[in-house]
């Protein structure tokens, strides 16, 4: 299964994005799927995921700014950033993690807030 990672870009500070993850297999396969992001210098940090259940998680810093959710019939995930934050600034990476704990990633795309 292949994660093709879109939708990053350039936006002010309090706008919004939407970054899609389209999957070339079931998400099903998955036990969840989510989104990590790096910033420069920093480690990789897990952003959100939903569970083949449909549970969310979001770390502290991204609470009530965003929304993953995903599309069954598009085997895709969304993530929907809003007010966003000039230290959102990352690149963020799709992720896939199966039962067995197995790991598939997605290329990265780079989030940019700027003004």
């Known amino acids: 299964v292949q994660l093709q990672a879109s939708g990053g870009g350039l936006v002010q500070p309090g706008g919004s994005l939407r970054l899609s993850c389209a999957a070339s297999?079931?998400?099903?396969?998955?036990?969840?799927m989510g989104w990590y992001r790096q910033a420069p210098g920093n480690e990789r940090e897990l952003v959100a995921y939903i569970s083949i259940g449909g549970r969310t998680y979001y770390a502290d810093s991204v609470k009530g700014r965003f929304t993953i959710s995903r599309d069954n019939a598009k085997n895709t995930v969304y993530l929907q950033m809003n007010s966003l934050k000039p230290e959102d600034t990352a690149v963020y990476y799709c992720?896939?993690?199966?039962?067995?704990?197995?790991?598939?990633w997605g290329q990265g795309t780079l989030v940019t807030v700027s003004s």
């Open positions: 297999g079931s998400i099903f396969s998955f036990a969840r």
């Open positions: 992720n896939g993690r199966k039962p067995d704990g197995r790991d598939y």
